[in-house]
């Protein structure tokens, strides 16, 4: 495979492991997806690969939704052409499911950005992450009471992770 798994995550309620690829989203012998990310699972109860991804997210549709998001917004084109350069770059670091909203989030550390979809790879919501606070994030996870926690390859080797509790999901 190509696909440069990067995130793994999991969903309790359906026993599966999520593969997030950050590299080519296409199988040998499979349909190709082009200028997109594939999601593939794995159940851990039957032990079987799923070799067609759950679901994947096309780079139109991300910078589509960044487009739609900031309409009627006061943003300039500057700064809207920055966002979707940004959403573009997207490759996945880290992929988790929400413990409560039944959503996965994924991370990018790649124009610092979080996706949030449902279970068919519907984009719900992408949020910018702050380069300040965000210079490398690798890592996503959620406690039972659904806070947030991003973990942060540090400048200088200095790793870090932040929680927070009200990302709007």
Avoid at 56 to 74: A, H, R, W
Avoid at 117 to 141: A, M, Y
Avoid at 150 to 157: P, V
């Amino acid at each position: 495979m190509t696909n440069d798994v990067e995130g793994l995550g999991y969903d309790p309620k359906k026993s599966e492991l999520i593969f997030a690829c950050k590299g080519s989203p296409n199988l040998k012998g499979h349909k190709k997806y082009k200028h997109s990310k594939a999601y593939y699972t794995y159940n851990i109860e039957t032990k079987k690969f799923n070799e067609e991804p759950k679901f994947v997210l096309d780079d139109d549709q991300l910078i589509d939704f960044v487009s739609e998001k900031m309409k009627g917004n006061e943003i300039s084109k500057s700064k809207l052409k920055k966002l979707k350069k940004r959403i573009k770059e997207f490759s996945p670091s880290a992929i988790a499911k929400h413990p409560k909203e039944n959503h996965f989030c994924i991370i990018s550390s790649v124009g610092k950005s979080l996706v949030v979809c449902d279970d068919d790879g519907f984009v719900l919501d992408i949020v910018f992450l702050n380069p300040d606070i965000h210079s490398q994030p690798e890592g996503i996870t959620f406690d039972s009471d659904g806070r947030i926690y991003i973990s942060n390859e540090g400048l200088s080797l200095v790793a870090k992770i932040y929680q927070f509790d009200n990302i709007k999901l």
